[in-house]
């Protein structure tokens, strides 16, 4: 990513401190998906990034992660698997859980969204502690599927969420490596 992608990047994205609790602050991309020039530049990063992957699905999960996950498909002209919370899909799952500061979640795709063999892109917003990514690469490799790597618009370092990934590949944009920025 050249340095103007990334100053136009860091432009569109907000910190918003305190939310959605004392302590935390936030980075809000709304800015960013709401700015058709700053989304495509994301776009565009994000499929350089990982433009050296060979994989058949992009795997998702619900809210942000679907507007990278569906445009990074768009692209690529490959599948997008949706991960949803539970209880969304209507069809068979395949569920994973992951740990919440008090508790526990979980995503689920459909049964046979993700083929025996499949190489999937793991593909969100944002890596933080790691949970719901480590939970999207289960959701992969329960199906029977492999995970090629793992791509992020935003990687919070100072949360040591990569930690949980290994051994997968990792890409992020943008990292932050202290809570203060």
């Keep these: 990513m050249t340095a103007d992608a990334a100053r136009e990047?860091?432009?569109?994205?907000?910190?918003?401190?305190?939310?959605?609790?004392?302590?935390?602050?936030f980075k809000d991309i709304t800015p960013l998906i709401e700015d058709g020039r700053a989304l495509h530049t994301a776009v565009d990063a994000l499929a350089e990034a990982t433009d050296g992957i060979a994989y058949d699905r992009i795997l998702s999960a619900e809210a942000r992660g679907f507007v990278f996950g569906t445009a990074l498909a768009y692209r690529a002209?490959?599948?997008?698997?949706?991960?949803?919370?539970?209880?969304?899909?209507?069809?068979?799952i395949i569920s994973a859980t992951y740990e919440l500061e008090y508790g526990t979640d979980a995503l689920e795709a459909h049964a046979d969204?993700?083929?025996?063999?499949?190489?999937?892109?793991?593909?969100?917003?944002?890596?933080?502690?790691?949970?719901?990514?480590?939970?999207?690469?289960?959701?992969?490799?329960?199906?029977?599927?492999?995970?090629?790597?793992?791509?992020?618009?935003?990687?919070?370092?100072?949360?040591?969420?990569?930690?949980?990934?290994?051994?997968?590949?990792?890409?992020?944009?943008?990292?932050?490596?202290?809570?203060?920025?």
Aim: proline share 7%; aromatic share 4%.
């Design 9 to 25: 990047l860091l432009n569109h994205i907000r910190t918003v401190p305190d939310f959605p609790r004392r302590g935390i602050s």
């Design 77 to 92: 002209r490959k599948g997008l698997i949706l991960a949803r919370k539970p209880n969304k899909l209507p069809r068979e």
């Design 113 to 181: 969204a993700i083929p025996e063999g499949a190489r999937v892109l793991v593909a969100d917003d944002l890596l933080a502690t790691g949970g719901t990514a480590r939970a999207m690469c289960q959701l992969v490799e329960n199906a029977g599927g492999t995970v090629a790597g793992v791509a992020f618009l935003i990687e919070l370092g100072y949360l040591g969420g990569r930690d949980k990934l290994k051994p997968y590949d990792v890409v992020s944009l943008i990292t932050y490596d202290d809570p203060e920025d």
